[in-house]
């Protein structure tokens, strides 16, 4: 896995010829593009999110930190700032490592992990890299993905 910062420019434009990802954008634990933030500075290629990227809360409040969203959109949107972006590999399955990322234990471990400050907790990309996972077979990886990704489906159309 590849993770990596967005893009420093100023997301804060309610408007704008780039969209760009905030902390908002990832608070319900999707990619809200009603919640996108805005920038007229050019991002590098880069920064252009990919189906499947994670993106990780590491600048927040400590109830905050560790928050994920995974990327499912065609649209142009790029990686923006106080938010990591998990690229899977071709080995592992992004929606059986989003799933994992969403548990207890992984978020009680970036709680205990975080460097706190008065108002504000961080992980940076060196600390995150330490985060173990289990990993079963990519066939694996990829069954459970779908079926918890189908359960979520299922949910949202219920609720």
Same mark, same amino acid.
């Given at each position: ?8 420019? @100023?997301?804060? %434009?309610? @408007? ?31 920064? %252009? ?24 959109? @065609? ?17 592992h399955c992004p929606f059986f490592i989003?799933?994992? %990322?969403?548990?207890t234990i992984k978020k009680q471990w ?18 995150l890299s330490k985060q173990t996972f ?11 993905? @779908?079926?918890?990704?189908? %359960? ?8």
């Amino acid at each position: 896995m590849t993770i990596s910062s967005g893009f420093t420019g @100023d997301a804060t %434009l309610q @408007d704008g010829k780039y969209k760009l990802t905030r902390i908002e954008t990832i608070s319900d634990s999707y990619v809200n593009e009603n919640k996108l933030g805005y920038a007229n500075e050019n991002p590098q290629k880069k920064h %252009l999110l990919n189906k499947g990227d994670i993106l990780y809360s590491n600048i927040n409040s400590i109830s905050h930190i560790g928050k994920v969203a995974i990327f499912q959109s @065609d649209a142009n949107i790029y990686h923006g700032i106080n938010l990591l972006r998990l690229s899977t590999h071709k080995e592992h399955c992004p929606f059986f490592i989003f799933y994992q %990322l969403n548990t207890t234990i992984k978020k009680q471990w970036a709680e205990t992990h975080a460097n706190q400050a008065v108002s504000q907790a961080s992980i940076n990309q060196t600390v995150l890299s330490k985060q173990t996972f289990t990993l079963p077979t990519l066939p694996e990886q990829t069954a459970i993905g @779908d079926f918890f990704r189908k %359960l979520d489906n299922l949910i949202k159309l219920h609720s």
